[in-house]
């Protein structure tokens, strides 16, 4: 199984350099995508662990995706870099 990048606050795979979110500099995020961070900031920095895991499922199911697979999304929220020591 490969390895493949994730945003560090919501698991969305960082697989294109269009959805990676932006540093103070401006240079491109490798540990978190557009929606989650811009400008070195978390766009919602008032967000927690049950908003997120809300916002993840509420936005895989739009795209009709499988129970499992939103369960299996929402089961890793917890060890990302965002949410670990909270």
């Known amino acids: 199984m490969e390895n493949k990048i994730i945003c560090q606050s919501c698991g969305m795979p960082l697989d294109t350099e269009a959805v990676k979110g932006t540093e103070k500099n401006g240079l491109k995020s490798n540990e978190y995508c ?32 499988h129970e499992y697979a939103i369960q299996k999304a929402v089961n890793i929220l917890p060890a990302l870099k965002r949410w670990k020591s909270n």
């Open 34 to 65: 557009k929606y989650c961070y811009k400008d070195g900031v978390f766009t919602d920095p008032k967000m927690n662990l049950e908003d997120m895991e809300n916002n993840v499922k509420n936005q895989m199911k739009k795209l009709e995706l």
